[in-house]
């Protein structure tokens, strides 16, 4: 059973860069027909698909971030990675990192809110 | 984007009680669809995918239904466990988006 962490600040100031990790246990970010995806969740709010990238490599990105989002893997570390610009108010969220096929999610980590404040 | 317009957006339920859920699509997506519960404080978890397939270890009292536009998510017979809130998900054209969500309370 594969297990996801993420990992990164609670709090990022107005206009800089959010990195988070998500660590990958019991799985390889390598191999397999499989999507890792991060998605977030404004507090009281619903759900926002931010993007995947697969294991060849390959990303999709949410046109609404795109301008400022990067996802990445590091193969020999069995991770993967958020990097998102120019943060705001509106990017206070709980982030979670997760693992699918083309078009759903089936294992997310228990996530971790980001607080956008100076 | 697709929009994902679920309704009610919220359900008073008695355990042994049959839950329905609806979820409809601003256009054609087949069965892309998928359902999850999200309890407080904690991660969605997957319990349907392609509109109908339950995912691996949920209850068979779950069951999802549709294609095209509409969608349903059923609860056979609620039990204590499954006081949550339910996102239904488009999986046709990225970016995916979500239902707005639908909170199942206690009666």
Redesign the interface.
């Known amino acids: 059973q594969v297990q996801l962490q993420e990992s990164g600040p609670g709090l990022v100031k107005p206009s800089e860069t959010l990195s988070l990790t998500c660590s990958v246990l019991g799985g390889s970010v390598s191999s397999g027909s499989f999507y890792w995806s991060w998605i977030r969740q404004p507090p009281g709010k619903g759900l926002e698909w931010i993007g995947f990238i697969y294991s060849n490599g390959g990303t999709k990105y949410n046109p609404s971030l795109k301008s400022r989002l990067t996802i990445s893997v590091d193969t020999s570390k069995n991770h993967f990675f958020l990097k998102l610009s120019s943060m705001t108010a509106a990017d206070t969220a709980v982030y979670y990192c997760a693992r699918g096929d083309l078009t759903v999610a089936d294992d997310w980590g228990q996530g971790t809110l980001v607080t956008v404040s100076s | 984007d697709i929009q994902m317009t679920q309704s009610p957006s919220s359900v008073s339920a008695s355990v042994g009680d049959r839950v329905t859920i609806t979820c409809r699509a601003s256009r054609d997506i087949n069965t892309?669809v998928?359902w999850y519960q999200q309890k407080p404080g904690?991660?969605?978890?997957?319990l349907i995918?392609a509109a109908s397939s339950l995912?691996s270890g949920v209850p068979s009292r779950f069951s999802g239904s549709g294609s095209g536009t509409d969608f349903t998510l059923t609860i056979s017979s609620l039990q204590p466990e499954d006081f949550a809130t339910y996102?239904c998900?488009e999986?046709?054209i990225?970016?995916?988006?979500?239902?707005?969500?639908t909170k199942v309370e206690v009666k």
Request: hydrophobic content about 30%; aromatic content about 28%; overall charge positive.
């Open positions: 892309w998928a904690k991660a969605p978890k997957l995918y995912q996102y998900q999986g046709n990225f970016p995916y988006t979500f239902g707005q969500g």
